[in-house]
């Protein structure tokens, strides 16, 4: 079997968009984590942060990483915030490669501005932004390939992720750009 795909990045950087057409191409399943810990808790994640705070929510997050990280040949795209937990990226790293998606903080500020689903930057400015994402950038680079998705369609996203899974594989070293 092969390894899973592992997307991780910042909130609005495309995980999810760019996750679930790359499973297609892949013919593999895709896997949004953060819905599946709304289906497993029966609410949303806010409703999460709102009713039990941001801990609780990390220590969900951490039990499906747990069972995310013993599956195979899927494309799983993870929380902004799941890098947070090293035991997080020691497990999906023990079956998987991981790919950064990165963006420019204007343009993530764009994609989740005003957006109720994401409790942590749902009223946050442009400078909030670029503090969480600085404070973040460390843990991201730490990737086996790391992909900007400032500029383009999502598909030109995926085509860059399937170029750099190919040198991957082929050199056991990613692409860190």
């Given at each position: 079997m092969e390894p899973n795909i592992v997307l991780i990045g910042f909130m609005?950087?495309?995980?999810?968009?760019?996750?679930?057409?790359?499973?297609?191409?892949?013919n593999r399943d895709f896997i949004d984590m953060d819905q599946e810990i709304e289906k497993f808790l029966g609410m949303s994640i806010s409703e999460v942060f709102a009713r039990f705070g941001e801990v609780r929510f990390r220590s969900e997050e951490h039990l499906m990483v747990r069972r995310l990280a013993e599956m195979e040949n899927k494309v799983i795209s993870t929380g902004g915030g799941v890098v947070l937990n090293p035991e997080?990226?020691?497990?999906?790293?023990?079956?998987?490669?991981?790919?950064?998606?990165?963006?420019?903080?204007?343009?993530?500020?764009?994609?989740v501005s005003g957006n109720r689903r994401r409790p942590l930057l749902a009223r946050a400015d442009l400078e909030t932004v670029r503090e969480r994402m600085e404070s973040r950038a460390t843990y991201y680079r730490d990737a086996d390939i790391v992909v900007d998705s400032s500029?383009?369609?999502?598909?030109?996203?995926?085509?860059?992720?399937?170029?750099?899974?190919?040198?991957?594989?082929k050199t056991g070293n990613g692409d860190k750009r």
């Amino acid at each position: 079997m092969e390894p899973n795909i592992v997307l991780i990045g910042f909130m609005g950087t495309g995980k999810s968009v760019a996750g679930r057409r790359l499973a297609r191409r892949l013919n593999r399943d895709f896997i949004d984590m953060d819905q599946e810990i709304e289906k497993f808790l029966g609410m949303s994640i806010s409703e999460v942060f709102a009713r039990f705070g941001e801990v609780r929510f990390r220590s969900e997050e951490h039990l499906m990483v747990r069972r995310l990280a013993e599956m195979e040949n899927k494309v799983i795209s993870t929380g902004g915030g799941v890098v947070l937990n090293p035991e997080n990226m020691k497990l999906l790293r023990k079956n998987g490669i991981i790919v950064a998606l990165t963006a420019d903080p204007e343009v993530v500020f764009r994609r989740v501005s005003g957006n109720r689903r994401r409790p942590l930057l749902a009223r946050a400015d442009l400078e909030t932004v670029r503090e969480r994402m600085e404070s973040r950038a460390t843990y991201y680079r730490d990737a086996d390939i790391v992909v900007d998705s400032s500029e383009g369609p999502p598909e030109d996203t995926v085509e860059e992720i399937l170029r750099a899974l190919r040198k991957y594989r082929k050199t056991g070293n990613g692409d860190k750009r």
